[in-house]
Structure formats: C-alpha cells, structure tokens
C-alpha cells in the first residue's frame, strides 16, 4: 500500500490505494511508519510524501472501521507514530499534494514540512462531518500554520478550501500546474536535495523547539544548533564558494 522509491537522495514515498482515494488503512500506516523509520538513512535527503491516482488520501478508510467497535486511542497509536516519524526526520519532508487531502490525510500533509499542492489539489478536515474531533496532530499543526481562528473556522465548519485558497492562508507553500505535477515535485525535491541538508536539519529542530519555548531558551539552542553547523563541510564550502564567487556543491554534512 507504499511505493517506495530513491532517486538522487530523494526518497518518494506513494500512498497506493487508488482505487480507494488512498483511503488510510492499518497495513497502510504500518507500512509507511517502516518506510519512513527507513527513511534516517544519511543517503536519503530529501523525503517526499503523495498519493497515486486522483486524491492524496481521503483519511481513514471508513470502510474499515464501520461496525467495529474499535478503540479510537489504540488505533490512533498508528496514526501517531507515523505523524511523529515525519516531524523527527531531520531532512526537509515535502507533501506532494496531487488531489483531495481529507481527514487524517490532510493531518498527514500538515505534519510534513512543505505543502506543494497540483491545481486540482483541495483540502476539507471532515472529522466534524462525521462527528469526529481533529487528530493525527491536525489540532497541533494547523492553529500553528494559519493562526488560531481560522483553524478553528476550518475545523468546525469543514469546507472544501481549493489550492488557491490554501495557497492565499499560507496552508499551501507552492502550487503546480496539474500537467507535469510530478516532474515539478521531482525536480523542486532533487534541487532542494543538493542544498546544504545538515543545515536544513538544524532548522527543523530550531522550529520544532520554537513551538513552545521561551526566547532565552531559543537564544541559547540557536548558538548550540550554530556551533554544530559552523563546523559542517557544508558551511565550510558555502563559505569558500562565497568567496570565489562560484556555486556552493553541498554534500549534506
Ligand atoms: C471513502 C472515503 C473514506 C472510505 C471517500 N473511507 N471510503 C481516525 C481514527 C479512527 C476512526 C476514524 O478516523 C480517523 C481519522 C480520519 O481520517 S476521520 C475522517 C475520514 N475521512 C472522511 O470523512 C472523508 C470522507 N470523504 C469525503 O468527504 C469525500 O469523499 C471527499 C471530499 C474526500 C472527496 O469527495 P469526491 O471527490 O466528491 O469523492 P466521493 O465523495 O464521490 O468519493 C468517491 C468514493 O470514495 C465514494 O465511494 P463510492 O463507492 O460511492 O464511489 C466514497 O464513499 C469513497 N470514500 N472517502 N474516508
């Protein structure tokens, strides 16, 4: 139910149910936790996240709950170590979004680092729909992405928001003609492989630590995050190249 592909440190991870709009299933879950526990190999350097066929993925298969009296906790578990796999990856983690995000599948998106969304790509929380809270971390990341009413707004009322409308509240950070979408994500992921991702990683970190810390405490893990980048290959030939006014070539370390 994952596609799992490597080409020039870029690692495509593809949810493959496309007959089912990608709808989330267990196996799904645990397959894409083992891809991405995979995914820590220092070769990988960029990771990209999509859906094959029309949607990227309509959240949980609803099919597969229905009618079972299922835990919601022990089945979130899933969800969770997957969401929390994605923010701990030290390595830019980029949503491809190619069609309908829905549910956990537009969690899954807000847990990546980057939404790249095709023109047909469309976003809906549908959890109140169905009578559901926001999860798979969908009420950490979203106040946090465009800001604390809005969330709200979208998580109560549940519209459609298009890409361009996700694109105008900051939720989408590049759109794509629907043509050629896959070769555009390909070569922006390739690009951004061949920066400096040691740095990149640090930046992650920072962020993540931003989220709930103090300025004296960001102050100081600034300066740790520093001492450990400025002593990098990578700054060390950002700096050369500056000098000899040529491009940089990083190597991620
Ligand atoms: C689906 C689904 C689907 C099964 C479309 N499942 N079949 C965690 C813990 C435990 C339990 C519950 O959940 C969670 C996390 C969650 O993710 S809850 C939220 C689950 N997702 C939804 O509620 C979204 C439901 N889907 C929709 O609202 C629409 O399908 C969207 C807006 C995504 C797409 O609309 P359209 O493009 O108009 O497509 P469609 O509605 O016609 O759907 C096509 C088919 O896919 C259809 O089946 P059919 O047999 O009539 O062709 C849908 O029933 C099926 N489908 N989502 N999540």
């Known amino acids: 139910t994952i596609i799992s592909q490597q080409q020039e440190g870029v690692l495509t991870l593809t949810l493959n149910r496309p ?13 894409l936790g083992n891809a991405l526990e995979q995914a820590q190999d220092p070769a990988v350097r960029v990771v990209v996240l ?5 949607a990227f993925s309509v959240g949980q298969d609803l099919k597969e709950v229905q009618g079972r009296n299922v835990s919601f906790q ?8 997957v969401i929390k796999l994605l923010q701990q990856l030290e390595k830019p983690v980029l949503a491809a979004v190619n069609g309908a995000a829905a549910g956990a599948g537009f969690s899954l998106t807000l847990a990546c680092d980057l939404r790249l969304a ?16 926001p999860d798979s971390g969908m009420s950490y990341f979203l106040p946090r992405i465009i800001g604390w009413t809005k969330a709200y707004d979208l998580m109560t009322f549940s519209p459609r928001i298009s890409g361009e409308e ?7 950070d590049r759109i794509f003609p629907a043509e050629g979408f896959e070769k555009d994500i390909r070569l922006f992921a390739t690009e951004l492989a061949q920066g ?9 970190q920072l962020l993540r630590r931003s989220a709930s810390s103090s300025l004296e405490d960001m102050l100081d893990y600034e300066a740790e995050m ?16 500056f000098l000899e006014k040529r491009a940089p070539r990083f190597s991620g370390q």
């Not at 999509?50 to 029309?54: E, L, M």
């Not at 022990?74 to 170590?81: D, E, I, T």
């Not at 996700?166 to 989408?172: R, Y």
């Open 19 to 31: 007959e089912a709009l990608n709808a989330v299933t267990t196996e799904m879950l645990v397959e």
């Open 50 to 54: 999509t859906g094959s066929g029309r």
């Open 74 to 81: 022990a089945h979130l578990s899933h969800y969770n170590r």
């Open 118 to 133: 095709s023109e047909k790509a469309f976003f809906t929380p549908a959890f109140s729909r169905i009578g559901l809270v």
């Open 166 to 172: 996700a694109f105008e509240m900051g939720l989408v």
């Open 196 to 204: 400096p991702t040691l740095s990149f990683g640090l930046t992650k």
């Open 226 to 241: 520093q001492e450990i980048a400025g002593r990098s290959q990578d700054h060390a030939e950002g700096l050369q190249a």
